[in-house]
């Protein structure tokens, strides 16, 4: 909890006084932001400070994110920290606009291996937008029951003339920011589908959510499987370059930032554990060397479906 209390006090010393009293008067919640909802602007700055104080404590790991993609994942960062905190305090209780709620909510999103691919994240979001919550186990869609608390509208009442249903930018903040969270999302996975953006993203958010695990008796067992799990992983990743199979510059730049991550024994095992599958799969998606593809013409490339 010690770390979480500090980096809320450094994002309370980076906001002005006026945000600072909106935080103080949710008195419902641990580390609070504002509830009632405090408007657009006001959301757009207490989002730049959050992400500021998170990419300043938690910065990235070198080689997570490359250099051309900066702008573009801190822009992101920014927007969908925006749209849950306006999320937050739209639509749900006031004890949930809080610091862990924030990156509760952040952490739902996942990389998919298609632009169709909705993680809880988006999901959750959908809901404003289109007013319908998708049941996974049943797989059906149902009416949200979300309620806007300013004026106690559904999403699900507001239907549109082509027979849609939800709110639309022009209509919510919260969707007006996540819709700006996914053009940059869109835009970066036309670029490089095969770019974990979203793990780039929440990097900073980790954060706020390492010492939320209580569970310390399970930690030891924990992080031998991942040990074990890491080096097998590694000299996988070493066989298949020795074997000359290939991985281009932007692969090889994620599996070695990922792989010193899933080392780093100053983050907590759960949170490393969540990794996992990425670096199998990037590691897993290697390209013949030229020489090798002559000589074995009939091989398949090994790639992420």
Not at 96 to 121: E, I, L, Q, Y
Not at 162 to 177: C, L, N, Y
Request: glycine share 4%.
């Amino acid at each position: 909890m010690k770390k979480r209390d500090n980096i809320y006090e450094a994002f309370l010393d980076a906001i002005d006084e006026d945000l600072r009293g909106m935080c103080e008067v949710n008195r419902k919640a641990e580390l609070p932001l504002p509830c009632p909802y405090c408007g657009e602007k006001n959301v757009e700055r207490l989002a730049k400070s959050l992400v500021g104080v998170l990419e300043e404590r938690s910065p990235d790991i070198p080689g997570l994110v490359p250099e051309q993609y900066r702008a573009d994942v801190h822009e992101a960062r920014e927007l969908l920290t925006a749209a849950t905190l306006a999320l937050l305090s739209l639509y749900f209780s006031p004890r949930d606009s809080c610091m862990g709620s924030v990156a509760a909510v952040v952490s739902m999103f996942r990389h998919g291996c298609n632009a169709a691919f909705k993680s809880t994240g988006v999901l959750l979001f959908e809901q404003v937008a289109t007013g319908m919550k998708y049941i996974v186990k049943k797989d059906v869609y149902i009416p949200s029951p979300f309620v806007r608390h300013i004026d106690s509208k559904k999403p699900y009442d507001r239907l549109h003339r082509d027979g849609s249903r939800g709110f639309t930018a022009d209509e919510d903040d919260a969707v007006m920011f996540y819709k700006r969270y996914l053009k940059v999302q869109r835009r970066m996975f036309d670029t490089s589908p095969r770019f974990n953006f979203e793990l780039c993203v929440k990097r900073p958010f980790e954060a706020l959510l390492d010492e939320r695990h209580t569970f310390y008796y399970m930690e030891e067992k924990m992080e031998i499987d991942l040990a074990t799990k890491v080096r097998g992983l590694q000299d996988r990743y070493l066989l298949n370059c020795a074997r000359a199979k290939g991985y281009d510059l932007l692969d090889k730049l994620m599996i070695n930032a990922l792989l010193a991550y899933l080392r780093d024994g100053t983050v907590s095992t759960a949170a490393r554990e969540s990794y996992l599958a990425q670096a199998e799969r990037l590691i897993g998606h290697v390209t013949k060397s030229p020489r090798s593809a002559q000589l074995n013409e009939d091989d398949g490339d090994d790639r992420i479906a």
